[in-house]
């Protein structure tokens, strides 16, 4: 049943409802001229949401947020409906169930299916995949993949978990993952925490080079209007929430994060720029 004019709403996450959802909406109702009580269907697509602003999102507009996960190579592999956060709001940490005709798998560093909760890399086989083939690129399509048992498949390049209902939780970007004295840490779960700062506008955060610990963490973070934390305030406001040696060991004040206009932050011009200019 198609859905009346004006009550169907996507949103990609570069709008940074992330970091100030309020604002955000509002701007948004008000340039589309809708009232969010005549809104009935609401679409999360592009990067992930962060858990605490799906649920903003509900509480603000009711229980009408849908979101997918997928990639343009792989298709819609799972989706969260209303139905399944309803009577368990902790399914909206998720990026929703895997569908019909998709299989997930999370495996670790030996390529060994894990169980429920373990994170791991998570490898998609599906009727697409199975076909996918990079032109006149045979290397990058044979390191695509990974072939278990009588199984084909698709590295995602996201490392994952999958919960007892085989509903999927997106730990992070594999190739963002630091490694910081042989623990692996996930820039996601410290960018949650800046974003839940009254004063973080919007953060970033990777690992940099350190001759002791492998790699060391490092918090770029964008401020609201008017606010003034220093940098100290900001470590130990994450060491308050975090384990230590997640909390990053520095914090650079900066106007604006290099993001893509899809939204996704460009972690690799972020390193490569304060590489450059050390």
Same mark, same amino acid.
């Given at each position: 049943?198609?859905?009346?004019?004006?009550?169907?709403?996507?949103?990609?996450?570069?709008?940074?409802?992330?970091?100030?959802?309020?604002?955000?909406?509002?701007?948004?109702?008000?340039?589309?001229?809708?009232?969010?009580?005549?809104?009935?269907?609401?679409?999360?697509?592009?990067?992930?949401?962060?858990?605490?602003?799906?649920?903003?999102?509900?509480?603000?507009?009711?229980?009408?947020?849908?979101?997918?996960?997928?990639?343009?190579?792989?298709?819609?592999?799972?989706?969260?409906?209303?139905?399944?956060?309803?009577?368990?709001?902790?399914?909206?940490?998720?990026?929703?169930?895997?569908?019909?005709?998709?299989?997930?798998?999370?495996?670790?560093?030996?390529?060994?299916?894990?169980?429920?909760?373990?994170?791991?890399?998570?490898?998609?086989?599906?009727?697409?995949?199975?076909? %996918?083939?990079?032109? #006149? @690129? $045979?290397?990058?399509?044979?390191?695509?993949?990974?072939?278990?048992?009588?199984?084909?498949? *698709? !590295?995602?390049?996201?490392?994952?978990?999958?919960?007892?209902?085989?509903?999927?939780?997106?730990?992070?970007?594999?190739?963002?993952?630091?490694?910081?004295?042989?623990?692996?840490?996930?820039?996601?779960?410290?960018?949650?925490?800046?974003?839940?700062?009254?004063?973080?506008?919007?953060?970033?955060?990777?690992?940099?080079?350190?001759?002791?610990?492998?790699?060391?963490?490092?918090?770029?973070?964008? %401020?609201?209007?008017? #606010? @003034? $934390?220093?940098?100290?305030?900001?470590?130990?406001?994450?060491?308050?929430?975090?384990?230590? *040696? !997640?909390?990053?060991?520095?914090?650079?004040?900066?106007?604006?994060?290099?993001?893509?206009?899809?939204?996704?932050?460009?972690?690799?011009?972020?390193?490569?720029?304060?590489?450059?200019?050390?």
């Amino acid at each position: 049943m198609p859905l009346p004019a004006g009550q169907f709403v996507a949103f990609a996450a570069h709008l940074k409802i992330h970091a100030d959802f309020d604002d955000g909406f509002q701007k948004i109702l008000f340039d589309q001229k809708l009232n969010n009580a005549l809104i009935n269907f609401l679409l999360g697509i592009g990067i992930g949401f962060f858990g605490f602003t799906k649920k903003d999102i509900v509480q603000y507009f009711g229980p009408v947020f849908y979101e997918f996960y997928g990639s343009s190579d792989g298709a819609m592999n799972t989706i969260l409906k209303p139905e399944h956060y309803i009577n368990d709001p902790d399914k909206l940490r998720s990026v929703g169930k895997v569908t019909e005709g998709n299989k997930i798998i999370i495996v670790d560093e030996d390529n060994v299916e894990l169980p429920p909760n373990s994170p791991g890399d998570l490898l998609l086989s599906n009727a697409m995949v199975k076909y %996918l083939d990079y032109y #006149k @690129e $045979p290397e990058k399509t044979k390191d695509a993949f990974l072939e278990i048992g009588d199984e084909q498949y *698709y !590295k995602e390049g996201e490392v994952a978990y999958l919960d007892e209902d085989q509903f999927c939780y997106i730990a992070d970007r594999k190739k963002d993952m630091i490694i910081s004295g042989g623990v692996n840490i996930y820039p996601a779960e410290i960018e949650e925490v800046l974003l839940l700062h009254h004063s973080v506008l919007d953060a970033a955060v990777i690992g940099l080079p350190d001759e002791e610990w492998g790699e060391s963490v490092k918090a770029f973070v964008v %401020l609201r209007e008017g #606010k @003034e $934390p220093n940098e100290e305030e900001i470590i130990t406001y994450c060491g308050e929430r975090l384990a230590g *040696y !997640k909390k990053p060991k520095s914090v650079d004040f900066v106007d604006e994060l290099p993001r893509h206009p899809t939204g996704k932050l460009l972690k690799r011009i972020l390193r490569e720029k304060y590489l450059k200019n050390g």
